[in-house]
């Protein structure tokens, strides 16, 4: 595989998670949640409905990108990582500490998402955040090395599109 690094980003509800372990799965490679590099003050204040801030946002990529970087080393395979990443800035700063980053774009209406997120019971993200990520969200659609990805259809199915825009051409 070309790229050592793989952002999984988007929205809460969009299938970071499942897609990124999918395809670390699928190309022999490392799985990493970004979510579980959170502090507790972090994830704190998204349990009760209050949106993170730069302030927040700024150790917690620094450590994911640390982290990412170690597993890299580590395992001498490519890393898929979950992350929200929805501003510019903050993939900024993750290219820049991860040189050569690919990132996979995935996105869905906010009804689709939504809906998602009211189905999940065991993550601290609340629905109710979802407008605030929206409204923090830089589409990564117009930069260079992003792959979008439609999260319509089943898991699955958006699953399979992913691995197909990811897989190197035969």
């Given at each position: ?10 929205v ?30 972090n ?24 982290a990412?970087l170690?597993?890299?080393k ?17 993939r ?10 690919q ?12 809906a ?12 109710d ?9 830089q589409?990564p659609s117009a ?28």
């Amino acid at each position: 595989m070309q790229h050592k690094y793989w952002l999984v980003m988007g929205v809460a509800g969009t299938g970071k998670t499942s897609i990124a372990q999918a395809l670390a799965t699928q190309f022999d490679g490392v799985f990493l949640d970004a979510d579980d590099y959170h502090p507790r003050r972090n994830v704190e204040r998204m349990s009760s409905g209050q949106p993170l801030s730069d302030d927040d946002r700024w150790p917690w990529l620094a450590a994911v990108a640390e982290a990412v970087l170690r597993a890299q080393k580590r395992a001498g395979k490519p890393v898929f990582f979950a992350c929200s990443a929805l501003k510019l800035d903050y993939r900024t700063l993750l290219r820049q500490r991860l040189p050569g980053l690919q990132t996979i774009f995935l996105r869905g209406t906010e009804a689709l998402i939504h809906a998602r997120m009211a189905q999940r019971s065991e993550h601290y993200m609340p629905p109710d955040l979802l407008g605030s990520q929206l409204a923090t969200l830089q589409s990564p659609s117009a930069e260079a090395d992003v792959i979008s990805v439609d999260i319509d259809g089943p898991l699955a199915q958006v699953i399979a599109a992913a691995i197909q825009r990811v897989a190197p051409p035969v």
